[in-house]
């Protein structure tokens, strides 16, 4: 017999706000996608622009966002994909996607991308560091 792990299943967050007394002002029910890994580790983050919270979580190799304050959903949730200098490179696979904030409603992305050039003269793949700057508006 043998033991088959295949990870934690991360499936949504709660992102909840109370006052001092411990009273639930409000929750925010966020949506993830099927995210598993071997480890325990924040999947969300949390930045606030002004009094609006910007919630975001990366996958693969999509950022995925929304905007909200208090009960209100601002923005929509949005997920769009993390962009490589050539269109002709093909993201395999990210490893060690992260988010900091930079200054003001600037951010880094970075990471690694295992990639391959669409070229079929060109079989090769390599594994590369990136690092993008995002501006939030």
């Known amino acids: 017999p043998t033991t ?3 990870g934690y299943q991360f499936v949504n967050a709660y992102i909840t706000t109370f006052d001092r007394t411990g009273h639930l002002l409000w929750d925010h029910y ?3 996608t099927s995210i598993s890994n071997m480890q325990l580790f924040p ?3 949390l930045s606030y ?3 609006d919270a910007l919630v975001y979580y990366t996958r693969n190799n999509r950022l995925s966002s929304t905007l909200t304050n208090g009960y209100e959903t601002l923005e929509k949730l949005t997920s769009m994909s993390i962009e490589t ?3 002709r490179d093909v993201v395999e696979y990210s490893n060690g996607i ?3 904030r930079w ?3 600037n951010f880094i992305v ?3 991308h295992y990639l391959r050039n669409r070229d079929k003269a060109a079989k090769a793949k390599r594994y590369v560091f990136f690092l993008n700057k995002l501006e939030y508006r």
Request: hydrophobic share 40%.
């Open 110 to 112: 970075s990471g690694y």
């Open 98 to 100: 992260g988010i900091q």
């Open 103 to 105: 200054y003001g409603d």
């Open 4 to 6: 088959v792990f295949l």
């Open 85 to 87: 200098m050539s269109t």
């Open 49 to 51: 622009i002004g009094e």
């Open 30 to 32: 966020f949506p993830l």
């Open 43 to 45: 999947v969300l983050h």
